[in-house]
T-cell receptor, first 112, second 115 residues
Framework: AQSVTQPDIHITVSEGASLELRCNYS??????LFWYVQSPGQGLQLLLK??????LVQGIKGFEAEFKRSQSSFNLRKPSVHWSDAAEYFC??????????FGPGTRLSVLP | DVKVTQSSRYLVKRTGEKVFLECVQD?????MFWYRQDPGLGLRLIYF???????EKGDIPEGYSVSREKKERFSLILESASTNQTSMYLC??????????????FGPGTRLTVL
């Protein structure tokens, strides 16, 4: 069965520092890939998605993610973190239109 | 913009009560989903529906049922609430086909506490 792992449960970075959140998936073929963000007490908001083509995708709020087929990874990055980025981040995959499989999430804390 | 609304943000119920969680979407999406979210476990799919009056079990359907009488509305029912159903419940909807690749749009969530 397909699975999604996010190795880091909790990450703390200083405001202005760069950020990388890791996501690995287990599936035979390349699925559709998504990153969602959840601010405290809120639902999930889509940050970006990858279906095909350019392996570096740009999203909202200055985030980007890079798909690496050889590593089955879809890591999320941001060059300079803002205090408002503190939230929980979920990686999700959906193999060709089937139901989503979500990772366990990574909680991001931002130090002033 | 797609809007998915959930009837309550916070709900407190007692063990054994019947609980209804309502979800409404306003973008004519065919697909609707109910998830529960627990710390360290991410989102787990309870039930989903691809059409009116149609429902499919997700990964953790035990203790839950659903109803979809109208396309825009998808209800989650806890027939007899138990303390282990204390959780955050998230509703989502998506469009079939086109170029959306089943991107899901989420409601704000209902935090249910069962005492």
């Amino acid at each position: 069965a397909q699975s999604v792992t996010q190795p880091d449960i909790h990450i703390t970075v200083s405001e202005g520092a760069s950020l990388e959140l890791r996501c690995n998936y287990s599936y035979g073929a390349t699925p559709y890939l998504f990153w969602y963000v959840q601010s405290p007490g809120q639902g999930l908001q889509l940050l970006l998605k990858y279906f095909s083509g350019d392996t570096l995708v740009q999203g909202i709020k200055g985030f980007e993610a890079e798909f690496k087929r050889s590593q089955s990874s879809f890591n999320l990055r941001k060059p300079s973190v803002h205090w408002s980025d503190a939230a929980e981040y979920f990686c999700a995959v959906t193999p060709y239109g089937q139901n989503f499989v979500f990772g366990p999430g990574t909680r991001l804390s931002v130090l002033p | 913009d797609v809007k998915v609304t959930q009837s309550s943000r916070y709900l407190v119920k007692r063990t054994g009560e019947k609980v209804f969680l309502e979800c409404v979407q306003d973008m004519d999406h065919e697909n609707m989903f109910w998830y529960r979210q627990d710390p360290g476990l991410g989102l787990r799919l309870i039930y989903f529906s691809y059409d009116v009056k149609m429902k499919e079990k997700g990964d953790i359907p035990e203790g839950y049922s659903v109803s979809r009488e109208k396309k825009e509305r998808f209800s989650l029912i806890l027939e007899s609430a138990s303390t282990n159903q204390t959780s955050m419940y998230l509703c989502a909807s998506s469009l079939t086909g086109g170029n959306t690749y089943n991107e899901q749009f989420f409601g704000p969530g209902t935090r249910l506490t069962v005492l």
